[in-house]
């Protein structure tokens, strides 16, 4: 194997030298910058399904070809990457060696992440892991994914080929280049891959006397002796779940919701128990890339607590929602914040009695929303509860009366400022086969109610999410007509206009 690297004119070689020398002093400035940020690593794994046969190619370890990544978006801001030297990119061949192009072998993420940039002119994908880790892959035909995309370690990111023209370089066998870089904003440092393990074996160099020969510690001797990548990663190019342990919290524990700030930092929250004071206890458990742990959060009320929804705007900032119960039976709405190193209760309002917050969504740290139900006495029925915090306080915001049967809102989701939704059910609590699903919108004005299909069905709607005005999904139950005994799936779009 070998690469052909394509000349650069006089002109332009000079020109890029005096760029380069203007950059200097804020290139060293960005690279204190990024390394001031950087997290722990990964868990690198390497890039292609398990049982594909690789060898490293004859280049070896080399340095990377890329002084900037610029996603095909127009008026996109280019990511700078610096420092390009020996040892920071690795070529991965596929064996036997393929020169004609077929591209049938995926390239996948070598960590959990989500897509920065994607040049297809040079067939490169730049993804950010979190903690300021990113990953560059090169010479990829059919890239099949995009800026902005969450991607897992399954995820085709495109298949490995022989392609570069046109961008500093050409090879004549497939394979893909990778390069590992700490990265903050839009520049990046590339790192050594000495000192990163791929699978759990170290990339090493070998003998001296020929420096572009490598291997993975205990698996590769040499440069063209394949291997199959080994069953430490157990990948494949199909989606597939996997159980992740997670604490618990007294003999009865229950997680109900959960957000994430990036791949490296989850949080979920639920209810606990105090098998002393036998009673429920709130539940926070954070995911920091290798293991869910328990952080304490406080409680409020003499007979339990309980969080039911949580949204991050910050890796410091976060809210969850929730319900305290007191000696009486009366509970309470509770509304906790997150500042970066602990929890804390905020003041909350009520109406009436028996309040509950179920659902929250953010559109900024400034801009929360909240729901729930309380109890009207006057009614006698429970009524939808909406709360927003405006940065300083939590205040109770009117939404229409439901009359003569009680209702609750079950989750919320702000697309913009001035586009809300909010989905639940109306009908008694203590009778499913009586409910209708029920849908709420706010205008940036006030809260109003929205005809939709499943409003005449027995059921609810207890989940939304959207992706844009026009995109947006709602989910729950119901009970087919004449039927008490067998739920069925509900599912409702909203696509602009119905």
Not at 79 to 105: F, H, M
Not at 111 to 139: E, F
Not at 449 to 469: F, R
Request: net charge negative; proline share 5%; with cysteine.
């Amino acid at each position: 194997m070998f690469k052909r690297y394509f000349g650069i004119g006089a002109s332009v070689l000079l020109m890029l030298i005096v760029v380069g020398s203007l950059l200097i002093s804020a290139s060293i400035q960005s690279h204190q910058a990024v390394h001031a940020a950087i997290g722990p690593a990964p868990s690198w794994a390497l890039p292609y399904p398990t049982g594909t046969h690789i060898s490293i190619g004859s280049f070896g370890l080399h340095g990377d070809n890329f002084q900037a990544i610029t996603d095909d978006t127009p008026g996109a801001k280019p990511y700078t990457l610096i420092n390009q030297k020996d040892p920071d990119a690795l070529d991965l061949v596929l064996e036997p060696e393929v020169s004609s192009g077929t591209a049938s072998t995926p390239t996948l993420p070598l960590a959990a992440g989500k897509v920065l940039a994607v040049q297809k002119a040079c067939h490169v994908v730049l993804i950010d892991h979190g903690a300021g880790w990113w990953s560059v892959y090169v010479h990829l035909a059919n890239i099949a994914v995009q800026a902005g995309q969450m991607v897992r370690t399954n995820t085709v990111l495109g298949y490995a080929n022989t392609l570069n023209p046109g961008c500093g370089e050409q090879t004549d066998v497939e394979h893909t280049h990778i390069s590992i870089i700490n990265g903050n904003g839009h520049t990046g440092t590339y790192v050594s891959l000495l000192a990163q393990p791929l699978c759990g074996h170290q990339v090493l160099e070998s003998k001296s006397g020929d420096p572009k020969s490598v291997y993975l510690d205990g698996l590769v001797k040499g440069v063209q002796q394949p291997f199959s990548v080994p069953q430490c990663q157990p990948k494949s190019a199909t989606c597939a779940w996997t159980v992740a342990s997670s604490p618990n919290a007294g003999s009865q524990s229950v997680l109900h919701k959960l957000a994430a700030v990036s791949t490296n930092d989850v949080w979920a929250v639920g209810s606990g128990f105090d098998d002393a004071a036998g009673h429920t206890t709130t539940l926070t458990e954070h995911w920091n890339g290798s293991a869910w742990n328990v952080l304490p959060s406080p409680n409020s009320g003499t007979s339990g607590s309980t969080l039911s929804g949580v949204v991050v705007t910050a890796k410091n900032n976060g809210f969850a929602v929730g319900t305290s119960y007191d000696q009486t039976g009366n509970t309470h709405t509770l509304v906790e914040q997150w500042n970066g190193s602990t929890w804390n209760i905020l003041p909350s309002p009520n109406r009436a009695t028996n309040n509950t917050l179920i659902g929250v969504t953010a559109m900024t740290q400034n801009n929360i929303w909240a729901v729930g139900s309380y109890f009207s006495s006057s009614l006698n029925h429970a009524q939808p509860l909406i709360e927003h915090w405006n940065g300083a306080k939590w205040g109770i915001i009117n939404s229409p009366t439901i009359n003569n049967t009680d209702a609750t809102l079950l989750d919320v989701h702000a697309v913009s400022a001035n586009d809300i939704w909010a989905v639940g059910y109306t009908g008694p609590n203590v009778a499913f086969t009586t409910h209708s699903a029920l849908i709420e919108h706010w205008d940036g004005q006030k809260w109003s109610i929205i005809t939709h299909p499943a409003s005449q069905l027995n059921g609810n709607l207890t989940a939304l999410s959207a992706t844009s005005a026009n995109n947006i999904w709602a989910v729950g139950q119901y009970l087919p007509s004449g039927n008490n005994a067998t739920t069925q799936t509900l599912a409702e779009h909203w696509n602009g206009t119905q």
